[in-house]
């Protein structure tokens, strides 16, 4: 089975800057597609950003274009969510995914979960 860990959440202020990691092992890394999640509390978990098992196709909520950027090192068996210009409205936490292929934006369709790792943005 396939298993996530993430890493790289924190506090920040406005307008600040966070990379978040997910460490991934136990598959064929490159066959395997990436995404990222966030569920504040009280809220639906929602869909942030995904990437191919390639890489090279990539998908992002309209709320965060422009401002998050997604990555995958197939060398590293890690994928990265760069997150800049932070708002209080992306503090959540945040979730680590992967399916084969590729991750789908309902989140109920997604076969594997990192634990999550919390982003708080203060104003």
């Known amino acids: 089975q396939v298993r996530l860990v993430e890493s790289g959440g924190g506090l920040v202020q406005a307008g600040g800057s966070l990379r978040l990691s997910c460490a991934a092992s136990?598959?064929?890394?490159?066959?395997?597609?990436m995404g990222w999640f966030r569920q504040a509390p009280g809220k639906e978990r929602e869909f942030v950003a995904a990437i191919s098992d390639s890489g090279t196709y990539t998908s992002y909520a309209d709320s965060v274009k422009g401002r998050f950027t997604i990555s995958k090192d197939n060398a590293k068996n890690t994928g990265y969510l760069q997150m800049s210009s932070l708002k209080p409205e992306d503090t959540a936490v945040y979730y680590c995914a992967s399916s084969l292929y590729v991750v789908q934006r309902n989140w109920r369709a997604v076969d594997y979960w990192g634990q999550g790792t919390q982003v708080t943005v203060s104003s």
């Open positions: 136990g598959g064929t890394f490159t066959r395997y597609g």
